[in-house]
């Protein structure tokens, strides 16, 4: 699939989300090793924390149908679904990427007019915590 494909995704999946109180559309698309595509977007809450982040979301529905293998995920943000800059994914989402891929798994950080950065893993959470350190045994 390409990048431009997996992008479009993510923008088409900030029409989903539900976002009463701060306003700020997240959309998201994770590519699976093989080849699916699963999307998600921010759910938003009256008692804030049980709001959940667009990248959370695309994880869980992809891990519920059975994937454990990611390739990359395109992320996408803006006031009222408008794309400015790049949106870039909160501390939790990060170590629910270290969850389930390695450290060259890629993160499209999309921007407004097709523009987008590319990160890996190892470069969004260095030295990050996967359980490996605890469960050699
Ligand atoms: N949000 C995400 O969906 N993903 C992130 O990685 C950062 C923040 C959402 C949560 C909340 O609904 C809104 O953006 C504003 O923080």
């Not at 990248?55 to 059975?66: I, L």
């Not at 921007?111 to 030295?127: F, W």
Request: glycine share 12%; aromatic share 12%.
């Amino acid at each position: 699939m390409k990048t431009e494909e997996l992008i479009a995704m993510a923008v088409e999946a900030m029409g989903h989300a539900y976002v009463p109180y701060s306003g700020y559309k997240v959309g998201a698309a994770l590519l699976c090793a093989d080849g699916s595509v699963y999307c998600g977007c921010n759910i938003e809450n009256a008692a804030y924390s049980p709001t959940i982040c667009g990248e959370r979301t695309a994880f869980f529905k992809a891990v519920y149908d059975g994937h454990r293998d990611f390739t990359a995920i395109a992320v996408c943000g803006g006031k009222d679904g408008v794309l400015s800059g790049i949106f870039p994914p909160c501390g939790v989402c990060r170590q629910v990427m270290r969850e389930f891929c390695r450290d060259d798994f890629l993160i499209y950080l999309v921007g407004a007019d097709g523009y987008y950065e590319t990160r890996t893993l190892a470069q969004l959470l260095p030295d990050g915590f996967s359980g490996q350190e605890f469960m050699k045994d």
